[in-house]
């Protein structure tokens, strides 16, 4: 059976923690929702580009957050089955 370092997945655990909230906490789409307000911001083209970028960060989050959840959640029916076993 394969040791298993507990210790090392929990700092993996809140390296991620920590890059979320720094993700979350920065300013860039502040900084973006006032660049794009500029007049004569862009072309078409480009803001077809940008949009289609935005709407894809947007669905790359919701893949997180269904990710993490499910982590989650599959870690507690694991600790459930194994308490039960017990």
Known sequence: MEDHDVGQL?????QVQVRLRTLADEDRF?????IIKNPGWTTPAE?????????IVGRQLEIVDQLSLGLLEGSQKVSIREHAAV
């Open 30 to 34: 502040a900084e973006l929702i006032r």
């Open 47 to 55: 803001f077809h580009l940008v949009n289609t970028a935005v709407e």
């Open 10 to 14: 929990e700092k993996n655990i809140e």
